[in-house]
């Protein structure tokens, strides 16, 4: 058999099965259901756990309150101030026309925020939503300050807040709104939780004015906990993970990974939890924080990290404000950027720069194609179909590989008129492996023939396969992106960068890697043609869970080298 060509078809297989390990994840755990409703806790009077007003507490809640009540105890006036007594609950919704958010004053937090442009599935009506109330607590931003004797967090304080609408509505670019809530804690702190939304940007301004009329100089560590709920779309190509710029370098860890708490420390420009398409963040522009510790996601799906923003001083009767942002919303590049604090940096395709460079020129590619593009003031129409644009990417590269394929085609047809003088040397010097290897050598150099040349065109275009791939898996305009849907022939595909549902596409592109097999020259071998009819068997199977644009673009890549394979056999007779 030939060597060559059995070592090309090998790593072809290492490479896309290596690549499914290293690159698809594995599904997080089935969600459990959480309670609705609004959950306050409070110090029990003997100085026990924390406990909950009409409910049991969960794990997670007792998880989090634990850690409160290590060193809760008795303020300097003997208060007790890491809890609040149960408060009638209001609600304020604010919707503009890239979200919808709903504030509740226990706690002053976001319990929903649900983006307008995005569903949970194709055929769902469903928004995706990032502070989900059936979640398991994934409610906030919180704050918590911490002291020798004192540990305070406001995710339960009665607020009031500044306005009596219950809803707010901003639908004009440029338009704000802020929201302020009022809490009073225990031990003499009031706080001023100040919220800021805009009608065209993902980005919500907070700060905290934190004012101490307690009567003596306090000084506390600020954190700010931030969790999320990640079985909420867990579909194969998402990924769920910690993600934080520390040091102007992004760092990011994926929730099954983390076994244990893990501490960053450095200058923390932000910090958020993610998954494949979608981002919640604190963003610290103004004071960045120092450490960001990260906590073993529980086994009921919950994810949380601490950060640790800092210390602080607040002599009696004086206020300290703390300023920060928060980012809700799709990884999504001009959304990214238009929320500042280097916070675009969380949309990364590889971490290889290489690769990471490559996704991003054929995204732009694909975005060119799609929207259309202006010529002396004619504008040209775009495709407004991603799997048109990814055959015209494919039609595109085949095109500049056009020299070195035929190249290599013609190199295989002269490898197969070779087969008759190779059987001859191999009769001839079965015996002598050394004398045969340098004999065959001398053959391929007489006729100018490299036994490699075969391999060159598919080995050039993996970082290309790479790279799409990890473009259909990290970009947001490819998610829920149709190409075409016939459902009464079961050729529908609705989600370019989900599986194809129906198989088709992989299944034609087995049958394509047949066709292209049986018109290309082969040496006769029988072993070599066994190999070689296993490989569309293989290759189907493990397509079946990529990408339904990759698929496409492999499809389409095989058809356009089938047709340049029968060109190329006609003009070499």
Known sequence: MDRNLLLSIVLSVLIIVGFQYFFQSFSPPTPVNAPSKIELTKKSETGGKPVVEGAKPTKDLVKTEAELSTSVGSGANGSQSAVSAPVQESRIKVETPKYEAILTNVGGKIVSFRLKDYTIKVDSSDLVNLFPPEGGDTSGPTIRLTRTNEVLSDAYLAYTSDTSDSTVQLNRPGV???????????????????????????????????ENNSGEDRDYLVTYPLRKHFSDDAKQFSWNSVEVLLDGVLKDYYFKDIKGDEELSGHVEWAGLGEAFFFKSLIFSQHPAGKVTLLKATQDGIAEILVRYGSIEIPAGKSKETVLGLYVGPKEANDLHAAGGNIGKALVYSHYQALNI??????KFLR????????????????????????????????????????????????????????????????????????????????????????????????????????????????????VCFPSIYFCIQDLSAPDPYYVTPVL?????????????????????????????????????????????????NMLSIGQQVMTNRLTR
């Open 509 to 557: 592109m087995g049958g394509t890697m047949v066709l292209q097999q049986w018109m290309t020259p082969s040496a006769g071998d029988p072993m070599q043609k066994k190999m070689m009819l296993l490989m569309p068997v293989v290759f189907t199977y493990m397509f079946l869970s990529f990408p339904s644009g990759l698929v496409l673009y492999w499809l389409v890549s």
């Open 358 to 363: 490559m996704s991003e020129y054929l995204m």
């Open 176 to 210: 704000n709104k802020t929201i302020v809530f009022k809490g009073v804690t225990p031990s003499g702190l009031v706080i001023n939780k100040k919220f800021v939304f805009y009608a065209d940007t993902y980005l919500v301004d907070l700060s905290y004015r934190i």
């Open 368 to 483: 060119f194609c799609n929207s259309g593009f202006t010529v002396l003031g004619l504008k040209i129409p775009g495709t407004g179909n991603y799997g048109i644009d990814i055959i015209i990417l494919t039609i595109l590269i085949k095109i500049l590989f056009i020299p070195l394929t035929h190249k290599s085609m013609k190199s295989m047809k002269r490898m197969q008129d070779l087969q008759p003088q190779i059987a001859k040397l191999k009769e001839k010097l079965k015996d002598d492996k050394s004398a045969l290897n340098k004999a065959t050598m001398e053959l391929f150099r007489d006729n100018k023939v490299n036994p490699l040349g075969s391999c060159w065109p598919m080995f050039l275009q993996i970082p290309v396969f790479i790279a799409l791939y990890q473009a259909l898996s990290y970009a947001i305009e490819l998610r829920h992106a149709y190409f």
